[in-house]
């Protein structure tokens, strides 16, 4: 019987979590990298069974993790003791903007909280993104915000940066959780095709494998900027895609749920009927194209559900029209949040879903969202969630 | 001999218990230090010093015989006790709450 593994990342330490179809019973495996933050963990859809993992800390700094048996053992890639005479590897954790004239782009500047200008520092990786063909090909976006990319297994790291220095980065500017990259979407169809979302620049495409970008921007309008409809600026807090429609986006920004269908080229507001638009989670259906999930926050000042109610809403319709669903989630006194990545489908029929909150606990539905139970309950903080669906 | 005392997340990342012993030819200074700390360890490439500019993490200091040595140069000898591996040298986070 084909099962589920779900990669659960938290403020201190990573869990790994695996059921069989049923989905019922859940073991439970971790903590891994106790004490540390994992902002992300993702397995590679080539090799289900080689996962990467984002370690962080605000002592020691970012750590890459690797693993090649679905999470039993993990290492940190190329960190053999180097021989006597020769310098340490030991690159796996190197994330060095590329400012070289051959490749690079100069090291400028971005707006700060206060309106001034300060340069890029590399502070930590928000997401890992494993190729969809390579199994050791993988991207990282980090903060400050930048997308780099591995194509050794996690050994070592080269930005991409066209990105960073396309030409709009001075107008970049960090959201309250920094200015990160946090979304990687990779177009199943194109392989030169990658989105990418930024925490407060906005979305963006690239069309040729990473070397130039534009943003994808229009039809966003955020009245927290100083010009609401800037070509940059937004505070996107999650990009979502169907792989059987690749140009069909689905966007849950700081206010507003949004979608486009032609691969960003413009968005439509598809809000509806939800009781709040502000929120940081979204997904897809893994079956149904127009069938997306969101989690609606109260406000951008109170991160938690409204009135104390942890509903999910889903719409069948590609937005607009939303429902609840609470069958089985805390109907008062829930004040937990749930982060940006921290949703996750899986591929089993009927499709389950997954999301992990601030307080602690892990949610699943296995019937697409009609009743949910905590699979884990007091885990610390949850800041990410990743599902496999095994054969 | 040299011995390093590391903090507890990095003797778990390094995967090591208690002190790491270092055998080091030549000046004893913080930089050799390290430097072989990292051939032994590469895991632990950054998390004391950065990759580039080598400086010292900001939320790290360096202590040993009772001393703050985080603001010597790198390239000054550290004192006598831990070159002879009477006294270990300390690498400790800072107390910041978490």
Known sequence: MSGVRVLVGTRKGAFILTADGKREKWDVSGPHFTGWEIY?????????????????????????????????????????????????????????????????????????????????????????????????????????AALFRSTDGGKSWHELSGLRGHGTGPKWQPGAGGMCLH???????????????????????????????????KGLYSKYIPEPTAEVGHCVHRIAMHRSRPGVLFMQKHWDVMRTDNAGDSWQKISGNLPTDFGFVIDVHAHEPETIYVVPIKSDSEHFPLDGKLRVYRSRTGGNEWEPLTKGLPQSNCYVNVLRDAMAVDSLDSCGVYFGTTGGQVYASANAGETWAPIVRDLPAVLSVEVQTLP | MIRVVLPP??????????????????????????????????????????????????????????????????????????????????????????
């Open chain 1, 40 to 144: 992300h963990m993702k397995g590679s859809p080539v090799d289900p069974n080689r996962l990467f993992a984002s370690q962080t800390s605000g002592w020691f700094g970012q750590i890459i993790q690797r693993s090649d048996d679905g999470g039993k053992t993990w290492t940190t890639p190329g960190s053999e003791p180097a021989p006597p005479g020769a310098m340490p590897k030991g690159e796996s954790n190197k994330f060095v903007y590329d400012a070289s004239p051959e490749t690079g782009k100069p090291l400028t500047t971005h707006q700060w909280y206060d309106g001034t200008q300060r340069p890029w520092e590399f502070k930590r990786v928000w997401h890992l993104e494993p190729s969809l063909t390579d199994p050791d090909t993988v991207y990282a976006g980090v903060e400050d």
């Open chain 1, 183 to 217: 979304t990687i979407v990779l177009d199943p169809s194109n392989p030169q095709r990658i989105f990418i979302a930024i925490s407060a620049a906005g979305a963006f495409r690239t069309d040729d494998g990473g070397k130039t970008w534009r943003p994808i921007n």
């Open chain 2, 9 to 98: 997340h990095l003797r778990t990342l390094a995967r090591v218990s208690g002190d790491v012993e270092l055998q080091i030819e030549g000046a004893i200074t913080q930089r050799s230090i390290l430097d072989a700390l990292e051939a032994r360890y590469p895991m632990l490439c950054g998390t004391i010093r950065d990759h580039v500019t080598q400086q010292r993490r900001p939320f790290l200091r360096f202590f040993a015989c009772e001393g703050d040595l985080s603001h010597e140069s790198p390239d000054a000898p550290v004192p006598d006790a831990v070159a002879s591996g009477a006294e270990p040298f300390f690498i400790i986070g800072a107390i910041a709450g978490g």
